[in-house]
């Protein structure tokens, strides 16, 4: 099959076409670097020409409130539209477990949208809703800092490797079309504040943590399960201790 990866040279994007080449497909990264844009439309129809399938992994450059918002809708918009004329047989969309329940945060108000489009869309679909991924637990810690310290929730968080979210929509995009949601998560749950300091503590981030569950999550306040799976979810094989091993074995191997 030809399989077009919107966002195809991001973190997730890469792994999917290294996937979807491994099982013997023509896979294709498409993002503006490549001179494919789904905002703009520019190469979008060419890019398409002839695809069973479209990825879509891509994600905002900004997260600004309204720019997310116009970024997905946007591109979410352009693509469905570039589907139909291609005749394309399914569109797979990554998106983020508990979107609608955590109204607060425009980026998951974004992704609340996007959802719709493609659901009210003619072209046939599965929608992956993954957790948190391990690899952004720094970038929580940088976006909860304050002067006494990052300040963490204690929320519930089942996060997971980028690698099984991967992997995960490789799945789906060689299967058939669901016309629905599957939701995907790490083998293990705990507070966001753990694994946070977890993965500070491996990098070697001294900094004082502040937790609670009125802390927030992004900007927003989440409760204790806003950010787990709340039914059946396929759960990803790679455990955090053994990420956090990998991952700072290889920094201090680079050193």
């Given at each position: 099959m030809k399989i077009v990866v919107i966002g195809g040279t991001g973190l997730i994007g890469k792994q999917v076409v290294a996937g979807l080449r491994k099982r013997g497909h023509e896979a294709t990264p498409a993002s503006p670097s490549l001179g494919i844009n789904a905002v703009t439309n520019e190469g979008l129809a060419e890019a398409l020409t002839g695809a069973d399938v479209v990825v879509d992994v891509s994600n905002s450059p900004s997260f600004e409130?309204?720019?997310v918002l116009?970024?997905?809708?946007?591109?979410?918009?352009?693509?469905?539209?570039a589907e139909q004329a291609a005749k394309v047989a399914h569109h797979v969309?990554?998106?983020?477990?508990?979107?609608?329940?955590?109204?607060?945060?425009g980026y998951f108000r974004a992704k609340v949208a996007q959802e719709a489009l493609i659901k009210a869309g003619t072209v046939p679909y599965t929608i992956v809703r993954a957790t948190q991924f391990y690899e952004f637990m720094g970038g929580i810690a940088d976006t909860g800092a304050q002067a006494d310290g990052v300040h963490l929730s204690t929320g519930n968080m089942q996060a997971i490797a980028a690698e099984d979210v991967a992997a995960?929509?490789?799945?789906?995009?060689?299967?058939?079309?669901?016309n629905g949601t599957i939701e995907i998560a790490g083998p293990e749950k705990a507070p966001l504040a753990e694994f946070v300091?977890?993965?500070?503590?491996?990098?070697?981030?001294?900094?004082?943590t502040v937790t609670g569950p009125d802390e927030l999550y992004f900007g927003a306040p989440i409760e204790t399960e806003s950010l787990t799976p709340h039914g059946q979810a396929y759960l990803g094989a790679t455990r955090y201790g053994d990420w956090l091993s990998r991952r700072?074995?290889?920094?201090?191997?680079?050193i």
């Open positions: 409130e309204k720019a116009q970024f997905f809708e946007s591109s979410t918009r352009n693509l469905i539209a969309a990554l998106s983020i477990v508990g979107t609608e329940r955590i109204p607060g945060n995960a929509i490789v799945n789906a995009a060689l299967a058939a079309p669901i300091i977890r993965y500070m503590q491996a990098s070697g981030d001294a900094r004082n700072f074995m290889k920094q201090e191997a680079a």
